[in-house]
């Protein structure tokens, strides 16, 4: 084991949270949950019915949602949209492309499913990526928009396929980048990544046809049994009322309503795109000019803008440094399990600051410089 030196205090970032997921969530946002005080009290009331519309209508306006696209909340995060969407939108068959844990998971979840045919999987290695391409009898195309597990981002793109539904999952990059909607049918997320709040929730744009997909599948005659809870159509009738089923995660609503609003203030997709760029091209370049550490997705269009993946030197155990670092206030910046050799994982969200993020190079360079 590598003796770290001690970190100068000096040379601390301000706020050592750089997590993937969940992530950074500002003062701001927790004092929300106090004022007014909404916790505690009805989720089917006005107040916090209110605090539901206002985020709806945020995102509808960070994230350019098309008019007649719907914004619908659920109970259960992103994965439980996994098995929202196997049960609602997926009619038999489905082909997914997997270049990383989570665009795998889905695809899992689909594999399992008693009522559907065995998917087909498109598959990259860890820090590369595939095109899904369309293909005889399938009716659903799903893949990662930014995979958090490897830290590469794909472009958005319609699978174009008569009669097929496009599902990408945004859950590690929604409202940290822009994305053209209309190329897709359904845009799910969680909102404890660039949203910076807790977990709990899954927040989806769907297009008309997803909408109409889920109801002809729930009243379909085939039999197919849908519990309530993964109701797709149960789903958009109680947000059209600012409701969800049952009873939410009112701290992560209210944390994330204050985020989208924050996010617009400082000047919405533009300005918060842009601050996430700087902020993970500090660590590439970084990585690209130190002769102990590379970037671990080689081609830079793949480079995602929120979850920057660094290899370091062998000589030296990354989870060892990560370790270390986590003892001066610098935590989670470990790999995602089975990603990479050496690996790092920074976030950088939104809410985490550009002068932090050089910070903590700053604070790598000090203990790599002393034990290599």
Known sequence: MVAFPDIPQA?????????????????????????????????????????????????????????????????????????????????????????????????????????????????????????????????TYAYPHNETSTGVTSPVYPVEAPEALTLVDGTSIAGAAPVDLTQVDAYYFSLQKALGSDGGLWVAFLSPAAIERARRIEEGSDGRWVPQFLSLTTAVQNSRKDQTLNTP????????????????????????????AQASSLIYEWAQANLAARPFVENPAWRSPVTATIEIDEAVAASELAAHLRTRGIVDIGAYRGVGVNQLRIGTWPSVEVDDVEALLTCIDYCLERVL
């Open 249 to 276: 995660a009112l701290a992560t609503i209210i944390m994330a309503e204050r985020q989208v609003r924050w996010l617009l203030e400082r000047g919405g997709m533009d300005a918060v795109s842009a601050h996430c």
């Open 11 to 139: 040379l601390l970032p301000s706020d050592g949270r750089f997590g993937c997921g969940p992530s950074k969530v500002r003062n701001e946002q927790i004092e929300a949950l106090s004022s007014p005080l909404l916790m505690g009290t009805s989720h089917r009331a006005m107040p916090v019915r209110d605090v539901v519309a206002s985020l709806k209508d945020g995102l509808r306006t960070l994230l350019a949602v098309p008019d007649n696209y719907e914004v619908v909340l659920g109970n259960g995060g992103a994965s439980a949209f996994w098995d929202m969407a196997c049960a609602c939108l997926i009619s038999s068959r489905a082909a997914f492309g997997s270049w990383g844990a989570f665009g795998a998971k889905f695809a899992t979840e689909a594999t399992r499913a008693p009522h559907l045919s065995n998917p087909l999987i498109d598959e990259a290695p860890f820090g590369s990526l595939v095109t899904v391409t369309p293909r005889d009898g399938i009716d």
